[in-house]
C-alpha cells in the first residue's frame, strides 16, 4: 500500500551553530494525515528543527526524504532549486507565530489567498478570486473584507487568514510554528478548533511546534519531546502525556496546569 | 475466541520529581478475555484496575510481559507495537470509555460524536444518525446536543463521553467506571448498550464499583490486589 510509505523522513538531522548544538541527531517518520508535535522549552531546538525539516535552514548532517507528489521519494538535498521552490509554493505550508511572517501585510486578504494559488500556476483571475473567496468563508473571515489589508485584521483574523493562504493549494504537508502563541485563549480555542477540522478534513500530515501541552494534546498523534536540542522522548501524545518517562518530560507534564 | 490475552504484564512508574522512587503499579498479571464476555476487575484503589485499562489501550507503557488484542490481521502485542499500529488498533478494533469527558472547545455534543465515528471510516450521514440515537438513548436532552460539553453537569458529559465510546461498534472495549455519576435510569441504559455489545461478541473489560450494575452486565469478576500487598510503593 502507499500510504504505507511516509511522506516526511527525518534521518539522524543535526544542525550546529559553531559548536553549538541547534537540534541534534533527531529521526522520525511522518505519514499521511498525520500530526506529530514537537514539545520543549525556548531554547529545546524545536524551532530549529522545524527550519531545518522545511528547507529554510540546511542540516549540518542527516538527511530528510520526502513522497513526492509523484510516489518518488526524495532526499530533499539533491532537490534542484526550482523543485524546492515549487514544493515550498504548494505542496507544503508553512504557518508561524507572527502571521505578519507568514503574510504580505502590503497587499489585499484576496491576494494573499490568491498569490500561492498564482505561485502554483493558476492564472486565471475570476478562479483565484473565487477561490480566494472560499477560503475566507472557510476560515471564518467575512468575505467582505477581501480587498482589505490584514494590517486592519485582528490578531486571529491574521492568523485564520495566514492558514488560508497555506491551504489554498491543497499541500500535503504543513509545518507550524506556534501557530496559536500570543493569542487570547478565546481566540486560541477557536483557532484550534478550525485547524483540527481542516486537518481531518484535508488528511493533512502537519509539523506542529508548541510550548503548550494543551495544545500538542489537542492536535496531535505523536508527540516528540525535545531539550537541549535533543530528542528525549517520543511516542503517542497520550502515552507521552500520561505516561512520561524522563525527569524532563515528567517535570513538563506535572507543570501543565489542568482546568 | 480469545480477543485480549494478557501475560506476565507489570508496570513501575519511576517518579523522577518524587526523589526516584519506583512506584510498582501491577505485577505480572495474566488475563483472557474471550469474545462475548464482560469481565469485571474488582479491588481496592491502588489495585492497579485503571492500570491494567491504560495498558491495553497504550496509554501507559507495559514494562515487560505481553498484551495481545485480536485485530483484523491476526493479533497485535501493545506491549510492543508501534504508536502506529497502536493508532490503528484504535481505530478499527479498541475502544476505551474514560471516566471523565476529554471536551474539545467549541465542538458540540453531537458533532463530538459524529466526528469520532467518522475518523472511523463510517460515512457522514450514517455516523451522524448514530450519534443522534445514543444521545437519544441516554437521555440527553436535544436541546444539550449542539451546545459543547465542557458546560454540562457531570451526569450529561458521562453520557456523551459513553456515546462516543459506543458509537463505533469496536470488537474490544475498555471501560473506565461507565456508571459512576449516573441515576438509576440512564444506569440501565448504559446497561442495555452494554449487554447488547456482548451479545453481538464484544470482548469487555470494565471497573464498575456500582455491585447491581456489575452483576447485570459482567460474566466474571477478577479481583485485583496491590502488588506486594500494600500501596505498591517501594524506594
Redesign the interface.
Known sequence: MSCEVPLLVADHVSRLYGSRIGCANVSFDL?DG?VVSVVGESGSGKSTLLSVLSGSTPATSGRIFYRMRDGNTRDLATLGEAERRLLMRTDWGFVRQDAAEGLRMGVSAGANVGERLIGAGERRYRRIRSEALDWMGRVEIDPMRIDESPQTFSGGMRQRLQIARNLVTRPRLVFMDEPTGGLDVSVQ??L??QI?SLV?EFSLSVVIVTHDLAVAR?LS??MIVMRHGIAIES??T??VL??P???YT??LV?SMLQV | MTAVRIREATKSFHLHLQGGVTFTALSQLSLDVERGSCVALHGPSGAGKSTLLKMIYGSYRCDSGSILVEDVGGAIDVACATPREIMALRRRTLGYVSQFLRAIPRIGARDLITEEARVAGVEDEIARRRAETLLERLNVPARLWDVAPATFSGGEQQRVNIARGFVVERPVLLLDEPTASLDAANRAAVEDLVMERRRAGAAMLAIMHDVETRDRVADRIVEMRAPNGGGGLHV
Open positions: 505519514y498525520e480555542a477557536r484550534l478548533d483540527r481531518r489537542l498523534d505523536r511516542g503517542l497520550d502515552q500520561e505516561d518517562r524522563e525527569p515528567q517535570l506535572s
